[in-house]
């Protein structure tokens, strides 16, 4: 995983003039969250497929699209980030340049109508979405998608709807049958006082 110069400039730049927002801005940077993208990055550049479109789902300020495009030698031939919350799409515009194959989309993922056939997607917001907003976004990925899901089991934020308990809840909730299956992980991380929590990714393509 690469972050360049400029990048971090940039993230610096942002909180630096947007002190109203900044507390929000800087929950994208806690350790965990950027282990959860530095990890799902280690994968998503084996994929064979990872030069076509990326869609990001809870995309956010575009953290995760801009380590994509930090870190892989040929990006995609574009990435769409797409949250549900219009202040992403503007914090985006803000942040990332306008050089890149990169765009900011709002709209819920449950509804979201792809502009193109999609190579990849990546939804590390499952926990955020009520179990029929999933089933409506998953049903809409297309056969043949390499996907990447990520949940977790901190119940305790007061945001999160739908955590699991075990990756294997997590695997079940999110109708992922094992032939789509690729790879899975789990991983502890620390939350607020300290408690440990779970991270859970899963990856493959869908069938
Ligand atoms: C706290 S953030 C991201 C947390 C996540 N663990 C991550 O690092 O990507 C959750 C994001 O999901 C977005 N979100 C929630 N429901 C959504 C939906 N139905 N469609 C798209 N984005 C959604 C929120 O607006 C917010 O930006």
């Known amino acids: 995983m690469e972050i360049k110069a400029n990048t971090i400039e940039s993230w610096m730049k942002f909180i630096r003039f947007h002190p109203d927002l900044a507390e929000r801005y800087m929950d994208c940077f806690w350790g965990s969250q950027l282990e959860s993208k530095a990890r799902l990055l280690i994968e998503l550049e084996k994929m064979p497929n990872m030069r076509g479109p990326l869609y990001i789902f809870g995309g956010w300020y575009g953290v995760l699209t801009q380590m994509v495009l930090d870190s892989l030698d040929f990006n995609p031939e574009w990435i769409y980030s797409i949250d549900i919350d219009p202040q992403c799409e503007w914090v985006f515009n803000d942040v990332i340049s306008r050089e890149h194959n990169a765009t900011a989309v709002t709209a819920d993922c449950a509804t979201y109508k792809y502009p193109i056939i999609p190579s990849v997607v990546i939804n590390t917001v499952t926990e955020h979405l009520r179990q029929d907003d999933y089933d409506m976004w998953w049903n809409n990925v297309p056969r043949g998608t390499s996907f990447f899901l990520q949940g977790n089991n901190y119940f305790d934020n007061e945001e999160h709807v739908r955590c699991s308990k075990t990756i294997e809840d997590f695997l079940y909730i999110s109708n992922v049958e094992n032939e789509y299956i690729q790879g899975m992980s789990q991983w502890m991380f620390a939350g607020p006082?300290?408690?440990?929590?779970?991270?859970?990714?899963?990856?493959?393509?869908?069938?």
């Open 193 to 207: 006082n300290d408690k440990q929590y779970e991270r859970f990714m899963v990856w493959g393509v869908k069938k």
